[in-house]
């Protein structure tokens, strides 16, 4: 009897891993039904069993959506700590800094809010609460648009001078001045290019990002959307 119950015991207990992979399995169902809190508890007694990095990842993108920002930014950066490699390590640190920025005009407005509010009187009956502060968009992205826009307007003078001196190349009698002004044309259509393409990716930046921050800033709340996209998470090799 005490020898087969020493050895049936390991087969009755259940690998930390395995029972990580499948808590796993449910917090992913958990989230793509929405469910983002328990899609946390679960990520949060994965972790607890195999710390794989991947949790954390899904962990900060359920944070996220539940609008713990704080929370959040610790577990992208402690996924990005075990996980060096990482192949979109640039895109999770801008994440990252996204993060913090909004993080730091929330503190803001919360702390422009206390300065505002009159402290209440004894007898006073609690006030309503109005509706939240909506934030102002940033100036930063059209900037960046009108530098953009800059390059591709001398992008286009640069060309202009490019063929100008082309041309003149092609009438003048003079081999050696013809010469010169051939291999200036160059130069200055090549700089046209480089204005031209490096113009046109500054303003695409600039427009988007104003496009995103515009539309940030029409939202009352930090808090995401309740069901984000399936492709956002990451599974891992359990």
Known sequence: MILLLGVSRPALAEDPEQ?????????????????????????????????????????????????????????????LEQSPEASDRGAIEKRIQTLEAQIAERQRLLDERRSQSPPPAEDASPARAGPPERRSGSTVPWIVAGAGGVMLIAGGVLGV???????????????????????????????????????????????????????????????????????????GAF
Do not use: C
């Open 19 to 79: 029972r990580a992979a499948a808590l796993f399995e449910q917090s992913a169902a958990a989230y793509e039904a929405g469910d983002l809190d328990r899609a946390a508890e679960l990520l949060e007694r994965a972790y607890a069993l195999d710390p794989d990095p991947t949790l954390l990842y899904n962990l900060a993108r359920t944070y996220e959506g539940l609008g713990r920002l704080e929370a959040a930014v610790s577990s992208y950066r402690k996924f």
């Open 161 to 235: 001078l490019a063929t100008r001196d082309h041309g003149a190349a092609e009438d003048d009698p003079s081999f050696t001045r013809a010469q010169k002004l051939a291999t200036r044309a160059e130069n200055l259509a090549l700089a046209a290019n480089i204005a031209f393409a490096v113009g046109g990716v500054t303003a695409a930046v600039g427009l988007t990002w104003g496009l995103i921050d515009s539309t940030a800033s029409q939202q009352p709340h930090a808090r995401l959307p309740p069901s984000l996209p399936r492709g956002l998470w990451m599974r």
